[in-house]
């Protein structure tokens, strides 16, 4: 009688559960459509069978037939699983809108059923990085940081000639009684050793001095005692007395004061030279450097960025040198500075046309180096030159295979001559080029040498 009744129960319990579904369904069929409440139906089903087997009191007959039910069960969760989703109606609103094409379903690929398995995507891994030598790494630091497109020096070097005519028709018509020379652009634009925007192009503003009127004396004979630099003094004063020389107001105790005619041609190019005039019509943007000590004009063109330096310029005591009107302090102010750069340049041309070896491309890659370093920068390129000149006159091989050694021996020397603060000039081994730096700005530079030569890989 138990058993009766307890059967009893479980059929009402199902009545009533069965109507619930029943009333689902007829709802879900209104609200989802027909394909909907298939899907509904049957989830509803797989779980109504996993309740009445977990609320049921097990007997010998559901015993036998549990694994069969436990089979069924399964097999209703994965038809659940592979019925496809279907997309809900859109509303009435929105029924006028182009409907977009169904996705394609990516339980069944395209082809025939009995296309055999699908073998899952392999996942793409990563190549391993490669372990470049620095040699490699400093071939590559060359490729993308010092190469300059020759395109961009065909442009810069019309660009300074251009600015080089308009400069010396204003100085011809602003000083008609001062006899300056042809303005001729040149420096390492023009000689391939240009990295980038680091190096000016020069400027050279040549004075013509009567012969026979004018002498140089050696720095090192004057009372400032510099050998770096030349005075120009004024002679025959006994037959050509004061004044009938056009330069001879820019004497100062008898000599040529260089300081007087940079400030001359500073103001000159600051308050009197129409620069936007200029720019216009070369179709670029110039502007003097005023906060600077040397006369430098910045150049902005569409395609680059330029920088001109202005340098008035003497004759030297041998053919082809060239002395500089340049800021200098002290007593060596009116003095005229030594430039080293043309024979520097003639100089590492010759050595590498020699053994066609790379030292003009180690001193571009010192220049590059150094000139985006936070400390470097204040080698300059005049020191970096005299450091290849000695490597390059002491060393034999200068093939391309060797120009990370040398690199590396180029640190070396650099910072063995901090130690001795002593960096004699190849041209003149009475002056020392690190002279002008300071004992602290010594001593950074050394320890970023140091830290260089123990990681060179993070100097590029």
Known sequence: MAEFSQNRSKRRDGEVLGGAVDFLLANARLVLGVGGAAVLGI????????IDRATTPRDEDDAKGDAPCLEDSWQDLSLLKATPRLQPRPPPAALSQPVPPPAPSLSAPEGSADAGPQTSPQLSLPAPPLCLTFQEKLLA???????????????????AGDIALELQAYLRNKFPDLPFGALVPGGPLYEGLQVGTADPVRLLVPLALEPGLWSLVAGSDTVAQDPRCWAVRRTQLEFRPRGSSPWDRFLVGGYLSSRVLLELLRKALIASVNWPAIGSLLGCLIRPRVASD?????????????TVAVLLAVAGAQDGDLLLAWPLEGLAGNLWLQDWYPAEAAR????????????????????AVCHSHSALWRLGRDRLAQVVLHLGEQEADWAEEALGEHFLQALELLLSSLEQASLPSHFNRGVNLLDGLREEEI????FALYRGLQAPEGLL
């Open 43 to 50: 989830a509803t089903l797989a779980v109504k069978r996993l």
């Open 141 to 159: 630091f060359e490729r993308d940081h010092v190469t300059v497109p020759g395109a961009h020096v065909s442009l810069a070097k019309q660009l």
């Open 294 to 306: 040397e006369l430098l004009l910045e150049v902005q063109h569409e395609c680059l960025e330029l």
């Open 348 to 367: 590492l041309r010759a050595l590498d046309e020699q053994d066609a070896g790379t030292r003009r491309r180690l001193l571009l890659l010192l220049c």
């Open 443 to 446: 001593d950074d530079l050394g």
